[in-house]
């Protein structure tokens, strides 16, 4: 399969019942790619094939999470679309290169939205899981050497027992 918009991959995510989600740093670009690692090949999904990941220009995605392999509660990881008056829950959620976290929901159609910005941060990963039973969002901050936590909101948290490792080097940046 040759494709434009395959430029830089980095994050890659899916659920049971989705595509595999390829994020493309390159183009600032999510595809939604069906197929199966030992029978059959990849090919772009019907409909969406593309989502755009704004915050640029170039907007640098690089992480990827499915919310659902985390939590299904209806409340939690909810944003309202640019525009809208009605919070929609994020299906697949999103961070750059640029500090951005940026989320998706079948009601923004091709394009994702920005949750929340983060000034002089650089976000090159992301996962999700829970804590206390509470769903958290973990972003790998290489220029501030840390992991940013967020809860269910987008808000920064501060989580008890913070990520350190007396065994590694203070120059050493989670990536």
Known sequence: MQDPLLVNPWG??????????????????????????????????????????????????????AVSNVTTAATDFNFTP?????PVKAVFIFDSITGNIIAWNPALGATAQVVKSQPGHTYTGLAIGNSGGNPFLYAADFANGKIDVFDKTFTPTTLAGTFTDPTIPATFHPF
């Open 82 to 86: 640019t525009g809208g008056s009605t």
């Open 12 to 65: 890659v995510t899916a659920t049971s019942s989705s595509p595999f989600w390829v994020v493309n740093n390159g183009t600032g670009t999510t595809q939604l790619l069906r197929g199966d690692v030992v029978r059959s090949p990849f090919v772009l999904n019907p409909s969406p094939q593309t989502v755009t990941l704004p915050g640029g220009p170039p907007s640098l995605p690089t992480g990827a999470v």
